[in-house]
């Protein structure tokens, strides 16, 4: 069995763009895909003692009226109802979901789905953890900024601020407390979202936290707010959390990123709890490079998610 406790795992395409500025994003679970992301798991689960299926795509809806304020709310509502009833068929085979993206909108639903199966089966008081590990926190609102794009809006809407057609998901709210979770490598912020994490009192390590502390350290201390007092804890990966110079194929290239050798340590640091619930993996824009080099950085950091090491 692998080190995160499960005993089949099932990957689930979310190739939703549309909470984007650009398309690309919706690319990544093809691309993925085709950088052998099944057989690499698969293989694992031989030598750790799980299975893997593959789900295929949660289907996305069309993009809508382009004048509208929030920018694709209809069409990211509807995708996350699906994408949330398709992660609890996963859940209620006993699966443990590893969800592709896409862009980060698609978190409101992995998480929001893990949630609901928390309160199924501990109760309606069960706390949810999750580890946000992204160049940015992704707590923006629509009514700060009307404007903004949906995808920098998730972890907001699972604190239950936000539009209420998604911070109201699944029929309850909020989905996560801020003392549930925890930032890994943020650098770029903006002043709504440093309020609010100075507000909510929220752990946050940005990238010279990583760098002063050491990754082990920030890891410990991360993954220790996720899931003390918590019935389990999700793990969210935005591949622009890693420097460009090693994942270039990214929408947000903000230098001083992390290394793969410490995004791995990320990873690894994940597998070794029993209460991770679900891992996505989200942002990879395959066309904003020549090869394959950043879906392969996603699919080894699925892997090394999973209980992949090299001894």
């Known amino acids: ?24 994003c919706g690319e990544a679970p093809r691309v993925l895909r085709e950088r052998r992301l099944e057989k690499r798991l698969s293989s694992l689960g031989e030598r750790l003692g799980f299975s893997v299926t593959d789900g295929g795509d949660v289907e996305t809806p069309p993009a809508g009226d382009p004048d509208a304020r929030p920018k694709h709310l209809a069409e990211t509502v509807s995708f996350s109802e699906a994408l949330m ?14 969800v592709v993206g896409g862009d980060h909108t698609v978190s409101i639903a992995t998480v929001s789905a893990a949630a609901r199966r928390l309160r199924e089966t501990h109760g309606d008081d069960a706390r949810l953890g999750l580890v946000w590990v992204d160049a940015h926190p992704d707590i923006e609102t629509p009514q700060r900024n009307p404007d903004t794009d949906l995808h920098a809006t998730p972890v907001a809407h699972l604190l239950g601020r936000g539009c209420e057609e998604l911070a109201g998901l699944g029929g309850f ?25 100075r507000e909510l009192d929220m752990m946050a390590f940005g990238f010279t936290d990583v760098e002063r502390l050491g990754v082990v350290e920030v890891c410990e201390r991360a993954f220790a707010r996720a899931t003390e007092g918590t019935a389990g804890f999700v793990l969210s990966f935005d591949i622009d959390v890693v420097d460009p110079s090693e994942a270039p194929a ?3 290239p903000e230098p001083g990123g992390l290394t793969f050798r410490e995004a791995a340590v990320v990873m690894q640091h994940a597998a070794t709890f029993a ?27 699925i892997w090394s998610a999973l209980g992949g090491t090299t001894l």
């Open 275 to 301: 209460s991770l619930v679900s891992i996505e993996m989200l942002e990879v824009d395959p066309g904003l490079e020549t090869g394959t080099r950043t879906a392969d950085i996603a699919v080894s950091l």
């Open 250 to 252: 990214v929408q947000y």
């Open 85 to 98: 009833a398709r992660l609890g068929e996963c859940y209620g085979m006993g699966r443990f979901p590893v």
């Open 1 to 24: 069995m692998s080190t995160a406790g499960s005993e089949h795992y099932e990957i689930i395409g979310a190739p939703f763009e549309l909470g984007s500025w650009k398309a690309g």
């Open 173 to 197: 709210a909020p989905k996560i407390r801020p003392d549930d979770v925890a930032f890994i490598g943020l650098r770029d912020v903006v002043t709504e979202e440093r309020e609010a994490i």
